[in-house]
């Protein structure tokens, strides 16, 4: 289970340093504070904007040959097989500024696609961040918001090897691309597993969905008094999970080091039950999917109690936990048994068998892709 370091760049960058108040500062929204100094991004011109923002990334990857500077960046995976995905993420329809510190969303746009590199259990090695921006946005924000893809980059080991800059009518456009490479063999697919393959899952569920409801709420409340802010000491394990997640590549490494390959491997960003219907319509199998063994934080437990929410439905629905879900054959079980970042929840049945929620009262439920209609069906 993760613990909260206090001193963590999460932490730390949510303080309002300028004012040394020792409380988090959760709603502040850069662009149209007045305090922070401001430079039009036309200042600097397009390709001025390019080098300012791009400096101090660091080229470490032997397989970058040639990195930001050209028509295109240049590769060389020698026999490896190439990986690559891509997102998009757009102002108010997948962050929102008011909680969402430029600097985090940088980083996150970052992890959300290594992450699809590993559920492919292969590690990422470059990168590529194209924006677009209005001239809402000062100089200023662009820093904080590649600040927070260098530090991704550097912490997850990966080159930025270019991107694209444009100008956008309103709102801020980030799209990040991931490369990697791997072993022919290595590579896990959506589709491998197999009747009696044991499902297992990293980490924890449900936090960083319950992490966005709170922060949703306390914009509310801090829209009628913007003086006020909010102490979320309670929830700071939410909090940073839905503004700080990180991409399970330490899982990818404990899997080779204990000599695992999964049958077939997913990323959690939908939730629970979408990503384990993914694996059994790819991979035409069944699943017995057990509630009282999906992994939750004690925060989420206290928070789901607090608000009246079933914590198997935010689990199961939740997403943007960013956990790895995979099956392994049950003769790999002794290798991972007892692994505190892997936890058995499942296993894999004939397709004909169906996707199925054990509850905890031992009654079968059908698995849809909103887990909420199974359990809502059920009380
Ligand atoms: P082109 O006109 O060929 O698209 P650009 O002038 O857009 O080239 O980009 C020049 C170089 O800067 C290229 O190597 C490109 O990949 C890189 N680049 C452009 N925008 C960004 C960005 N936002 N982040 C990182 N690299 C970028
Ligand atoms: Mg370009």
């Known amino acids: 289970m993760h613990k909260i370091n206090k001193e963590s760049f999460f932490r730390h960058n949510l303080f309002d340093i300028k004012t040394q108040v020792k409380k988090p500062v959760y709603f502040c929204n850069m662009i149209e504070d007045k305090n922070t100094s401001k430079t039009a991004i036309s200042e600097l011109g397009e390709f001025g904007l390019i080098d300012h923002l791009t400096k101090n990334f660091k080229i470490t990857q032997e397989t970058t040959i040639k990195s930001i500077g050209d028509d295109a960046a240049v590769m060389n995976f020698k026999n490896r097989e190439v990986l690559l995905s891509t997102d998009l993420l757009i102002e108010g329809i997948h962050f929102d500024l008011s909680y969402m510190p430029l600097k985090h969303l940088g980083y996150k746009a970052v992890i959300v696609n290594l992450s699809d590199i590993y559920a492919m259990n292969a590690i990422a090695s470059q990168i590529t961040v194209s924006i677009a ?157 057990y509630e009282d063994k999906i992994p939750l ?26 956990e790895l879900l995979m099956t392994i054959s049950q003769d790999d079980y002794l290798k991972i048994k007892g692994n505190p970042n892997l936890t058995v929840i499942g296993y894999m049945t004939e397709e004909s068998s169906g996707m199925h929620l054990v509850t905890r009262a031992d009654t079968k439920i059908p698995l849809t892709a909103q887990g909420w209609n199974a359990i809502n069906d059920q009380t």
């Open 133 to 289: 921006v209005s001239n809402r946005f000062p100089l200023e924000a662009l820093e904080a918001l590649y600040s927070g893809i260098e530090t991704a980059s550097k912490l997850y080991n990966v080159d930025v090897v270019g991107g694209d800059t444009t100008s956008s009518r309103t709102g801020l456009l980030i799209s990040v691309t991931a490369m990697g490479s791997e072993k022919k063999e290595k590579i896990t697919y959506r589709s491998g597993a197999q009747a009696n393959d044991l499902l297992v899952v990293s980490g924890d569920l449900g936090a960083a969905y319950l992490g966005l409801q709170i922060l949703e709420r306390e914009k509310q409340v801090y829209q009628v008094n913007p003086n006020n802010q909010p102490d979320l000491d309670q929830y700071s394990y939410l909090i940073e999970r839905q503004l700080k997640p990180e991409a399970r590549k330490d899982i990818v490494t404990l899997l080779s080091d204990l000599d695992v390959k999964p049958t077939s491997m997913i990323d959690i960003s939908d939730g629970l039950s979408s990503e384990v219907i993914h694996l059994c319509k790819q991979s035409k199998v069944g699943v017995d999917l």
């Open 297 to 322: 934080d004690p925060q989420v437990i206290s928070t789901c109690e607090e608000f009246k929410l079933d914590s198997t439905t935010i689990a199961l629905s939740g997403g943007e936990d960013y």
